[in-house]
Every structure is written in C-alpha cells, then in structure tokens.
T-cell receptor, first 113, second 112 residues
Framework: DGGITQSPKYLFRKEGQNVTLSCEQN?????MYWYRQDPGQGLRLIYY???????QKGDIAEGYSVSREKKESFPLTVTSAQKNPTAFYLC????????????FGPGTRLLVL | QQQVKQSPQSLIVQKGGISIINCAYE??????FPWYQQFPGKGPALLIA???DVSEKKEGRFTISFNKSAKQFSLHIMDSQPGDSATYFC???????????WGAGTKLIIKP
C-alpha cells in the first residue's frame, strides 16, 4: 500500500521549543517537498529535496530546517526562531526532481500552546 | 513572471450547474499545468493536468481548457455536485522551474 505518511496529525509546541514533523514515503520518489498552508491560503514552499543528502530552501525557509539522509524520509524541524508556526504542514513527493505530479500526505496541524 | 494568478477566490454554484475556475501565467516556458483538489483537513490530490500541445482535456465531469496565446487555462466542472465542494488549486511548472508554482486557490461551494 504505497503512499506518504505524516505524523503526528496534531502537534503542540511550547514557546522556545523545537519540534520535528515526520514525513515518510514508500513510492520510491526522488523528490520531496514541505509546504506550509495558513487558513484560507495557498501553499507556500518551505524546503525541497531532489535527491538524498541534498535540499534547497523554498520561499519561506527561515525558522525551519530539514534533512534528507534516506530516500524515504524528509523530516521538518520547526525551530524556536519561527515566531508564527501555527499552520497546516503538508509533505509531498514526486517521481523526479522536476516537481510534476506531486503526491501529498495527509498533513500535520501545528498549534502553539 | 513566476506567478500563477487564480480567480475567483471563492465560488458558489447550484447543484447541476457548471463551475469555472480560471488561471493565468506569464512564464512562456511553463509546459505542465495541473489542477489539485483539497478537502478540509486533507492534503491536495491531483485532479487533472494538461500540457500545451492540446487545447482541452476531459476526464469525466472535469475539463481543462488551455489557451496558449492568452497564457490562460481553466477548470470546468460539469453537473457540479455537493461532493465537489472543496478548494481547487491550479499550478504550473516548466523551463528552469523544478517546482510547481501554485495559484492561491478557489474555495468552491456547491449548493444542493
């Protein structure tokens, strides 16, 4: 059963805390992406990776960090430097680095306590 | 030049009617134009996509119309149903762009 999984579904962050959002895919896709979606808004690209051990900043990378040590995994860390982290975070993957036909996970909703 | 402009922001259509969402782009190097559908609390899912070598693509009740000279493409939903109520995003990629460039989204409500 192929797909993209994200965990947890809901995540709560305290002030000054770093939190990590998990994204795993078993589609054997090369490229993976992280997007942020605010209520009633579109998708904004945080980071993307076209190949293992390589990643690039998207439009809103400040306050976030990623790693890509395995093809299947692309975790996102929301650091304490991100002052407004409350949002819906979406992970996606695509077969090639071109970004066409992205497949999305179910998302993680991050809330600040 | 990297933007994809989507309109309207929201749309209310009666059941059985035709829903039309429009997108415009500037970058003539774009060569892939997908539409995604997103239900509340879920990730977007690919609905239908088109390349500029054709002017129209139809899948069931969903049709993309593409006008290369005007640099516009649109999604038509025929016989709209309440289950079509969702947010729809257009996107584009191509040329030196390795990522999808996303429209801002259209919230579609189908009234029974």
């Amino acid at each position: 059963d192929g797909g993209i999984t994200q965990s947890p579904k809901y995540l709560f962050r305290k002030e000054g805390q770093n939190v990590t959002l998990s994204c795993e895919q078993n589609l054997n896709h090369d490229a993976m992406y992280w997007y942020r979606q605010d209520p009633g808004q579109g998708l904004r690209l945080i980071y993307y990776s076209q190949i293992v051990n390589d990643f690039q900043k998207g439009d809103i990378a400040e306050g976030y960090s990623v790693s890509r040590e395995k093809k299947e995994s692309f975790p996102l860390t929301v650091t304490s430097a991100q002052k407004n982290p409350t949002a819906f975070y979406l992970c996606a993957s695509s077969p090639g680095g071109r970004g066409e036909t992205q497949y999305f996970g179910p998302g993680t909703r991050l809330l600040v306590l | 030049q990297q933007q994809v402009k989507q309109s309207p922001q929201s749309l209310i259509v009666q059941k059985g009617g035709i829903s039309i969402i429009n997108c415009a782009y500037e970058n003539t190097a774009f060569d892939y134009f997908p539409w995604y559908q997103q239900f509340p609390g879920k990730g977007p899912a690919l609905l239908i996509a088109i390349r500029p070598d054709v002017s129209e693509k139809k899948e069931g009740r969903f049709t993309i119309s593409f006008n290369k000279s005007a640099k516009q493409f649109s999604l038509h939903i025929m016989d709209s149903q309440p289950g079509d109520s969702a947010t729809y995003f257009c996107a584009a990629s191509g040329g030196s762009n390795y990522q999808l460039i996303w429209g801002a989204g259209t919230k579609l409500i189908i009234k029974p």
